[in-house]
């Protein structure tokens, strides 16, 4: 089909509304997004097939929209929308332009259309599918942090890329007398304190800082280009503060403890 443009959509990261991520120019990338509550959205999760905005404009769906809504897509002069889906879930909207010369989608347009999303779709299923087994195989289940191998990759690849030209530090944190926790309380009661303490290593390091569980009690922290011995000494109080606190157990609290290696 000969449009003057195509963009596709995605979810944005806080789920909140729909962005383009991709143009058929890629000098054109404009800042457009739609929001999970617009009335193209709804439309478009509750029906399979390509919406003509020609016939949307006739509803009180549209009629409904805000003038900011409507010129919006008018800027970019859209006259059909896709929907990509996975099951009932709308993971993804095609946004087509003006046809050449002016021309109007056709009904063969239309099929040709919903044959491609097909397609499209399916792909994009195999694709957070792929997404989903990558991030549990780099995911320590328990904590939701970094497992293991992951965290060894990461430092091996920053070594190795651009991060070789920087200085980076590297926190090592052990919990003191762990074993006597599971000992004395149980696996689950260790498993739900281990929880806590990632949340508060967490807590303590930037969203940008690497954090992984390396071990049963162990966890290992990346900072990238950070080698100030008094912010470092200085995390470190903070890490030693934030998980030195008494667990309460089945009958009796827990202080807990913990050594911090730099």
């Not at 193209?40 to 809504?69: G, I, N, P, Q």
């Not at 709308?90 to 063969?108: H, M, N, P, W």
């Not at 969203?207 to 990238?224: H, K, M, N, Q």
Request: charged share 25%; proline share 4%; with cysteine.
């Amino acid at each position: 089909i000969a449009v003057e443009r195509v963009y596709v959509c995605v979810p944005a990261p806080d789920k909140q509304s729909y962005r383009i991520i991709r143009s058929s120019s890629p000098l054109d990338r404009p800042a457009f997004s739609l929001g999970r509550d617009n009335p193209v959205v709804l439309w478009l999760k509750e029906h399979d097939e390509c919406l003509l905005l020609s016939e949307f404009r006739r509803t009180t769906a549209y009629k409904s929209m805000w003038e900011a809504e409507k010129r919006a897509l008018e800027d970019l002069g859209i006259e059909c929308l896709s929907p990509l889906k996975d099951k009932d879930s709308l993971v993804g909207i095609v946004l087509l332009a003006t046809k050449d010369k002016g021309r109007r989608y056709s009904y063969e347009d239309l099929n040709f259309l919903a044959s491609v999303n097909s397609i499209s779709s399916i792909a994009v299923k195999n694709s957070r599918l792929y997404e989903r087994a990558y991030l549990e195989a780099r995911t320590d289940e328990l904590t939701g942090l970094l497992n293991r191998n992951a965290m060894f990759e990461l430092i091996a690849s920053t070594l190795e890329g651009l991060g070789h030209k920087g200085r980076h530090s590297l926190f090592m944190i052990d919990l003191d007398n762990f074993k006597a926790i599971n000992d004395n309380f149980g696996h689950v009661f260790g498993d739900a304190l281990l929880r806590e303490v990632a949340d508060g290593i967490r807590s303590v390091f930037r969203p940008t800082d690497a954090l992984a569980r390396i071990g049963g009690d162990e966890f290992l922290v990346v900072l990238e280009n950070v080698d100030k011995p008094d912010v470092l000494a200085r995390k470190a109080g903070e890490v030693v503060s934030t998980l030195h606190k008494s667990y309460i157990g089945p009958g009796q609290n827990f202080p807990l403890s913990c050594s911090v290696g730099i």
